[in-house]
């Protein structure tokens, strides 16, 4: 009997041996592939990581051995000063100290004032009934392609008339305007998700559109408010061509991008400068996005997905 | 104190305050007295809600586009009328060619590079043990701006002249990471922003290393939407991985793909930042978004500045009207 236990289930289920053979080839297969595909990942993660990383490790390397070997070698020979970092901030030539405030008040209104206003203009495309109102948000909807490069210089010969050039409050109202294209479109797609049996329960109470707004739809429309204004934050604290154009090189309006992009035109060999100085540009987006990035994620897929 | 200027930290602060409090100020005025007008009509509710919004687009986008397509039929100063001058010269001239030909060029290959790469790598990642941490690596790109963004490319395109008749060993260092890893291979170092066409093609990679976190992150999202039975169905038929990419994965996420691709080529076409920084240019490398900033406030050629605005323009209204066209077809298929 034990002698031809071994054979007797070959003949009887062939079928099932042939399956599991299968399947063991296919799991092979499938954690090869896997091993393929998480190294193949693996990779497209490094090489997007090492030039920032690179970069990041010059910014604390002394100016000498910057530039006579390349930073990998600190891996064997490290050495760390902070002097990079004090001399572009403080130093009186580079003072990115001044251009890090202009940044920070160029933004911070420029993010309140436009979402403030495509707020309330969302709020009666959503939910006030108007004669050409479809009309008007498509006409909204379809001036987020205008490319800001067609307003720059009307714009701009406008304000030299107004004596406003080279100030903040040109800074602040052309960052504000070119958003509201896109600040209304998305605040709209949100607002409109929000059930209508709230704002009619609201209504039938007496409230009022203000009230309505204020006490109903705001509280609710938090995360998408969020979600915008991390937008918002990155794409003005990131943007060159509004502030080259209307602060130009104003050591007391411009931002740091201006500075950063001229260092970089005319001191292009000074790589511990520049180093430093991107970092230096960089810290804030940086935390801002790591600290929302749920948020910044919601708005990207509501802003192109639904559009 | 003076309301239009400030020069220390605590008085562009103040100023900034005060920016912000006179918009609460008037914002809040227009509200409580709509509030407070008993049965205002409609349009007077109508108009404090997007009055403000449509005043500053009409100021800010409008009347200012217009007058940039006026001015673009007119000479350098904007003082004779010259017709469609301007447009023939930038169709014509080799030099304005070569320009328009690196844009269409940047259009094309940067939504296609960085829309592969996302998407992938958001198959790869799907549900693996470090998806979260893996999508931030990609992503992080985003937050950077385009400015600094050059600036970490360039130091890794940097270049140290090979000195002739110097023994390969005591050649000076290269310290710009691609030219190290030419020479570790045994390999010239190159120049690999001077030496065109390929100039462009390095300057794109730029681009594409910010624009794939973009496009991963919107076709991880609809990657994710595939349902489950589909998947299933596929695997009962004995699909291997790749088939499954190419025969359940693309065509599930067709419709978020026009609009990833689409949208990245929208902004790819308005760039100028990463030409501007790292190649100011030159060497065969401009673009339309660039040449209109030279044309604009250093040529002070405000007709010829005007035109390639108005072609910028021009070159988003076909990728606009497929995006719409896909939509309304995924639309019916649904």
């Not at chain 1, 009997?1 to 007797?8: D, G, K, L």
């Not at chain 1, 090869?32 to 998480?38: F, Q, Y």
């Not at chain 1, 209304?184 to 797609?189: E, G, R, V, Y």
């Given at each position: ?8 289930p ?11 053979l ?9 954690t ?7 190294g ?6 490094v ?22 070997s390349?930073?990998w070698?600190?891996f064997t ?20 100290s ?6 920070f ?11 403030t206003l495509a ?5 009666a ?6 004669k050409g109102?479809?009309i ?5 909807f ?25 100030t ?11 958003a ?12 409109k ?7 009619e ?25 969020a979600?915008?204004?991390i937008?918002?934050?990155l ?51 940086v ?10 994620v ?10 | ?7 220390t930290?605590g008085?562009?602060?103040l ?30 509710v ?31 100063r904007g ?19 070569q320009?328009?030909?690196?844009t ?14 996302g ?30 963004a ?45 030496n065109?066409?390929w ?13 794939a ?34 025969y ?26 990463i ?25 002070q050629?405000?007709g ?24 309304k ?6």
């Open positions: 009997m034990s002698t031809s236990t071994p054979q007797a070959i003949p009887a289920t062939p079928g099932k041996l042939v399956d599991r299968d399947a063991r080839a296919g799991r092979t297969r499938s090869l592939s896997t091993k393929l595909a998480s193949f990942a693996l990779l497209i993660a090489v997007w990581t090492i030039p920032t990383f690179g970069l990041l490790i010059t910014s604390f390397r002394p100016d000498g051995e910057i530039k006579t390349g930073w070698t600190w020979s490290p050495s760390i000063t902070l002097e990079n970092y004090a001399e572009v901030l403080t130093g009186s030539r580079f003072q990115l001044t251009f890090f405030v202009n940044s008040v160029i933004t911070i209104p420029s993010v309140v004032i436009p979402i707020l309330l203009a969302a709020y495309f959503a939910w006030i009934d108007f109102r479809n008007l948000f498509v006409a909204v379809a001036l987020q392609v205008v490319p800001i490069q067609v307003t720059l210089i009307p714009l701009l010969t406008q304000y030299v008339k107004w004596g406003l050039n080279q903040f409050w040109t800074v602040w109202l052309s960052h504000s305007i070119f509201l294209p896109l600040a209304i479109f998305l605040l709209h797609n949100f607002m998700d929000i059930p209508r049996e709230l704002v329960a609201a209504r039938v109470d007496g409230a009022g559109h203000v009230k309505i707004f204020f006490r109903v739809l705001l509280p609710l429309l938090v995360p998408a408010i979600s915008f204004a937008f918002q934050f794409w003005v604290w990131n943007d060159l061509l509004v502030a080259l154009t209307f602060a130009g090189g104003q050591q007391n309006v411009a931002p740091l991008t201006v500075r950063l992009a001229d260092l970089a035109g005319t001191r292009g060999q000074d790589w511990y400068l520049l180093a430093a100085g991107a970092f230096v540009s960089m810290v804030v987006p935390i801002v996005f790591l600290a929302l990035q749920r948020y910044f919601r708005g990207l897929l509501a802003g192109s997905v639904k559009g | 104190m003076d309301l239009l200027y400030a020069d930290t008085g562009k602060f100023l900034m305050f005060i920016a912000i409090a006179i918009f609460v100020l008037v914002m809040g005025a227009i509200l409580v007295i709509v509030e407070r007008i008993p049965r205002a009509p409609r349009w007077v109508v108009a404090a809600f997007t009055g403000p919004a449509l005043l500053g687009i009409s100021f800010g986008l409008i009347y200012p586009a217009i007058i940039t397509t006026r001015s673009s039929f007119y000479d350098a003082q004779n009328f010259i017709g469609i001058d301007n447009y023939v010269t930038a169709f014509t001239r080799p030099e304005f060619q320009v328009l030909l690196n269409v060029a940047w259009t094309v290959i940067v939504p296609l590079a960085s829309t592969a790469i998407l992938i790598y958001a198959v790869l990642v799907d549900r693996a043990r470090f998806e979260k941490l893996a999508k931030t690596l990609l992503f992080m790109p985003m937050a950077i701006s385009l400015v600094g050059s600036i970490i490319w360039k130091f890794v395109y940097e270049y140290r002249p090979v000195l002739e008749g110097v023994a390969p060993d005591r050649q000076p260092a290269q310290i710009g990471l691609l030219n190290q890893i030419l020479v570790w291979m045994g390999l010239e170092p190159v120049q690999f922003l001077l065109g066409p100039n462009n093609i390095f300057l794109m990679v730029v681009m594409i290393w910010i624009q976190g973009f496009a991963m992150t919107i076709l991880s999202a609809a990657i994710k939407a595939i349902s489950t039975e589909t998947i299933e169905a596929a695997r009962l038929d004995g699909v291997n991985g790749i088939q499954q990419f190419w359940v994965t693309v065509p599930s996420v067709r419709p978020a793909l026009v609009v990833v691709l689409t949208t990245i080529a929208m902004g790819t076409l308005k760039v100028f930042d030409v501007r920084t790292m190649t100011g240019g030159n060497y065969g490398t401009q673009v339309v978004a660039n040449e209109f900033y030279t044309q604009s406030f250093r040529q050629n405000q010829m500045g005007a035109a390639l605005a108005v072609l910028l323009f021009a070159f988003v209204v076909p990728l606009i009207i497929y995006n719409v066209r896909q939509m077809k995924s639309e019916e298929v649904r």
